[in-house]
């Protein structure tokens, strides 16, 4: 029987060396008719291109049957390239893309017409001039876990280091260290504590916490020997005297060392979003602190107001942003180990002006950000949880 594919390799063999891809390792999907489970044409595993995609009703019963069918072909470190035919509107474009997650995540959107590409990453848009004859949507995706997995996540932790560790006084900087202060002082801090900035960024909720109280000793720690560096360097700069950093991961912490105690006080702001095995996470979490000890936590809130615009409205997401956890979520794995709950709040607001902070800082000179951020401030720990971008709650540790 003759093949019965709609779009070969070949169709868009001009691509494929833009995404470093190797044609004799792209397997192809045949999308033609979803119903039908014909077989894919099998290279060894290796990269999968789904193709052509026409118009679905049922988005996710069209991405289950091709992972079904493409899932044996993919290789841990391969790409999935979804070809939707023809022009789609934006909501489209992001119903397949909240459909392929959370086996895929899609990192790269083309727009294909004849004889060119545009291609949009999170950081960067490409002209191509190809010759290619096809016109549509290229959804470029990879696997969650390598996405997410601990060597991609220290080269992009490395590589945003200097941005996620803005300069005192820059634009931004009031409401980025509002908020750093707001998670790091959510719980009061004992004096003599010894705290632990669970994943620690540029360092500045640990910092808090620990300026906080008298006597205080500050550990820290985060996959990226970049923001290690920077965050002990803010700690000092900060005045505190008994810093410790070490390099790793929330799954295996590098606090507390064998011989060494467990923390009285531990923080972790913004990082339960990276990781790609929430059980694993949870347990190193946890043997962290000491019994009875507080446990502050914070993350993006997956299902605020703002967030959920976002991924209705833009093609491409940061992973974290699909990865990221409800409190209701965090606050079950929690208790499921023993903590208990003592109080939850939300801030950074998000409603009715998704962004508002960003686009003042970046597109109006920053004219807007001290009233946003007295907005911020006044808003913050009250009403609709779905109005804030963020979480964070309070608890104690079992005894």
């Known amino acids: 029987m003759s093949p019965l594919y709609n779009t070969s390799r070949d169709d868009l063999a001009p691509l494929w060396s833009h995404f470093d891809l190797d044609i004799q390792r792209i397997n192809v999907v045949d999308a033609a008719d979803p119903s039908q489970d014909r077989p894919a044409v099998q290279r060894g595993p290796g990269s999968v291109l789904v193709a052509q995609v026409g118009y679905s009703p ?30 789609r509107p934006v909501a489209e474009i992001t119903r397949w893309r909240n459909a392929l997650w959370p086996w895929l995540h899609v990192v790269a959107h083309g727009r294909l017409e004849p ?12 002209e191509l001039a190809l010759p290619l004859q096809k016109r549509g949507h290229l959804l470029v995706a990879r696997r969650r876990e390598h996405v997410l997995s601990a060597a991609n996540t220290v080269l992009k932790f490395d590589k945003n280091a200097g941005g996620w560790n803005p300069t005192p006084g820059s634009r931004g900087w009031a409401h980025y260290r509002w908020m750093r202060r707001y998670v790091g002082t959510f719980a009061p801090v004992k004096a003599g504590a010894r705290v632990l900035d669970f994943g620690c960024g540029a360092g500045w909720c640990g910092i808090e916490a620990a300026l906080s109280a008298a006597d205080t ?51 972790s702001s913004g990082v339960v979003s990276f990781a790609p095995d929430f ?80 686009v003042s800082d970046t597109k109006l000179g920053g004219a807007l950000t001290p009233l946003i951020l007295a907005w911020n401030k006044i808003s913050a720990g009250g009403g609709d949880p779905g109005r804030f971008d963020s979480w964070v709650m309070q608890f104690s540790a079992p005894t």
Request: aromatic residues 6%; glycine residues 10%; hydrophobic residues 35%.
């Open 279 to 358: 059980k694993r996470w949870f347990d190193g979490l946890a043997d962290t602190i000491a019994p009875g000890g507080t446990l502050v936590i914070g993350d993006v809130h997956r299902e605020s107001k703002g967030m959920r615009s976002r991924r209705q409205r833009k093609p491409l997401i940061a992973a974290r942003e699909m990865n990221g956890m409800t409190r209701e979520e965090a606050r079950a794995e929690l208790e499921a180990r023993g903590f208990r709950f003592v109080k939850a709040a939300g801030y950074q607001l998000t409603s009715p002006w998704p962004e508002a902070m960003h």
């Open 115 to 126: 004889g060119k590409a545009t291609v949009d990453t999170l950081g960067a848009r490409t």
């Open 58 to 87: 049922d988005v996710t019963a069209a991405v289950r049957t091709y992972r079904n069918r493409g899932n044996p072909l993919l290789a841990p470190d391969g790409t999935v390239m979804v070809y939707l035919k023809d022009a």
């Open 217 to 267: 000793s500050l550990s820290m720690f985060d996959p990226s020997p970049e923001l290690c560096q920077g965050a002990e360097a803010n700690a000092r700069s900060a005045g505190l005297k008994q810093v410790s950093v070490r390099p790793g991961f929330g799954e295996e912490p590098p606090f507390p060392a064998k011989d060494e105690a467990r923390f009285g006080h531990v923080i």
